[in-house]
């Protein structure tokens, strides 16, 4: 394989995980962050605190559910890095 190919491929999949790691984290934000807009929209209560604390805290217990999941999708992706690197630079 070439050594560019080679790169971009890794770069490819860690933007992967990137991903698959964050989505829950931003979509559980987005989600409170709407819901909590659209109730002070309709209490007409512009408090920023209100908006804050809910978000960090569905943001942190979906990081907690998802501990789990997201440890075992790294450690899954690092054996099979450290697996795949002899024959990644031999030659």
Do not use: C, H, N
């Not at 920023?48 to 943001?59: A, C, D, E, G, R």
């Not at 697996?83 to 630079?89: A, K, L, R, Y």
Request: hydrophobic fraction near 55%; aromatic fraction near 6%.
């Amino acid at each position: 394989m070439d050594d560019i190919q080679l790169a971009v491929d890794l770069t490819r999949a860690s933007f992967v995980i990137a991903l698959k790691l964050s989505l829950p984290l931003l979509l559980t934000g987005l989600v409170v962050g709407v819901l909590v807009s659209v109730l002070q929209a309709a209490t007409q209560v512009q408090e920023q605190t209100l908006s804050f604390i809910p978000k960090i805290l569905s943001v942190g217990a979906a990081a907690y559910i998802t501990m789990q999941w997201s440890v075992t999708t790294i450690v899954e992706y690092t054996r099979g890095l450290l697996e795949q690197m002899p024959t990644m630079f031999a030659k």
